[in-house]
């Protein structure tokens, strides 16, 4: 694997944080307890692993242009805002949730996870259209 394959790698690792989010979501209404601590751990640890991928791909190479033109090209720009202001944003937000579960401070745990949740989701939908948009449009 040579550092130009890393883009696919990335939104191969959104996907999978997608899937393992929703996971959760499901084991979670459903009171399987178990099954959602290890999807929403398997998910922490799937946007750590993109994470690195990501920096190491920019770092090597930086940063590609959106080469589209016309109003897709809004669509690409308000979409990558938004993802890397919350992408921003959602790391202290998974963790501070994470941690709360680990600690078995329920309560707390609740109420930040109803607002990381949809943001964490958003974030790893998007980076995937971002890679669609960016690489393969």
């Known amino acids: 694997m040579s550092v130009t394959d890393l883009p696919a790698l990335n939104a191969g690792l959104n996907s999978l944080a997608a ?4 996971a959760g979501y499901v084991f979670i209404r459903t009171k399987r307890i178990a099954a959602h601590r290890f999807a929403m751990l398997a998910a922490l640890a799937t946007s750590a692993a993109f994470l690195v ?15 589209g ?8 720009f308000a979409i ?11 790391v202290p937000m998974a963790l501070v949730t994470v941690s709360r ?3 078995s401070r329920f ?9 990381t949740w949809p943001l964490w989701m958003y974030v790893s939908v998007t980076g995937v ?8 449009m």
């Open 19 to 22: 899937a393992f989010l929703l």
């Open 69 to 76: 033109t016309g109003p897709i090209r809004v669509v690409y």
């Open 129 to 136: 259209i971002v890679y669609l948009m960016l690489y393969r």
């Open 53 to 67: 991928s990501y920096l190491t791909y920019h770092a090597q190479v930086g940063s590609r242009p959106f080469t």
């Open 80 to 90: 990558l805002i938004s993802h890397v202001l919350l992408a921003i944003a959602i």
């Open 101 to 103: 579960a680990l600690a």
């Open 107 to 115: 309560d707390r745990h609740r109420r930040i996870a109803r607002i």
